[in-house]
């Protein structure tokens, strides 16, 4: 248990998303307006701010969910401690449209981070930057909005990830899959998503990390202030199995429910500004994230 002490453990779990905003404009209430235009380029690069804080006796992993369905997760420690950490993430996607049911998508993330741990007796920090993850997927409308809601599935994985406690590459451990819903009632669009993640254990000479499977479950409300603004609010439940480091549980199986708000801004044509809101709170930690994505169709 000595590594985790030491080392800041940012793991990246991949949970599926669809690698894109919510509702692109206030005009986003189909279906080609969620998938990339056929025979199109769209370029999505994004920005996110994680601040956590944690004070309490225990061992565990805090996670959040980005901007590409990535997963940060962010360690505590042994002993009575005082935590603050601060993350950054950087990405870029590259989204095609192969026609108007399928889209194909590539990215990849890089990450800064700090943390601040204050023990019974010291204080310690660490910071930390580098190569995340990057990854391929791919979304298909299953059936197109009419009478009934629209239904989506897609499914990504993580090609290449680094794990930092470990200090190595590990290629093909990470998947998930989402399903995702969404029906129209103007100016208002009501949107859920269900998506799963499934991750294989990371294993070097020495050490064995393995983290728990995640379900999340995300409905949300996005409202047409006009023609060019949408703004959007939901709550997310969030069920994570255990994480083991050696065979030891380091977080027992957990459930959490945060609160999600957005705002998706059409600069001009072709070029959509959007930020996106959690805040979390739990009785053992506090966590606040926003997100900045700019999309751009070639």
């Known amino acids: 248990m000595q590594d985790i002490h030491k080392k800041t453990h940012t793991l990246r779990l991949l949970i599926i998303t669809t690698l894109i905003p919510l509702v692109l404009s206030a005009q986003a209430v189909k279906v080609d307006e969620l998938l990339t235009d056929e025979y199109r380029i769209q370029n999505d690069v994004s920005v996110s701010y994680i601040n956590t804080q944690r004070n309490d006796s225990s061992v565990g992993l805090v996670g959040y969910q980005t901007v590409n369905g990535d997963y940060v997760v962010i360690p505590t420690y042994v002993g009575d401690v005082v935590s603050q950490s601060d993350y950054l993430g950087y990405s870029l996607a590259l989204r095609y449209g ?100 499934f991750n294989k254990p990371h294993k070097s000479k020495t050490h064995t990390i393995s983290a728990g499977n995640i379900l999340r479950i995300s409905p949300q409300i996005h409202f047409a202030v006009n023609p ?70 070639f």
């Open 98 to 197: 192969l026609n108007s049911d399928i889209e194909v998508f590539a990215y990849g993330n890089l990450y800064s981070s700090s943390e601040r741990t204050l023990y019974t007796n010291s204080i310690t920090s660490h910071s930390d930057k580098g190569f995340s993850s990057s990854g391929i997927g791919g979304v298909y409308q299953v059936h197109n909005e009419d009478n009934y809601p629209a239904l989506l599935l897609g499914v990504t994985l993580d090609v290449i990830e680094r794990d930092t406690t470990l200090d190595k590459n590990f290629y093909l451990k990470s998947g998930s899959i989402f399903l995702a819903s969404y029906y129209t009632s103007d100016p208002v669009v009501f949107f859920v998503k269900t998506t799963y993640s």
């Open 228 to 297: 060019y603004t949408s703004l959007n609010w939901g709550i997310s439940y969030e069920y994570k199995q255990k994480d083991t480091y050696d065979g030891e549980i380091i977080t027992a199986n957990q459930s959490r429910l945060s609160w999600l708000f957005g705002v998706s801004y059409e600069i001009f044509s072709h070029n959509v500004l959007s930020a996106d809101m959690e805040k979390t709170d739990t009785s053992t930690y506090s966590q606040s994230a926003m997100t900045l994505n700019y999309s751009y169709k």
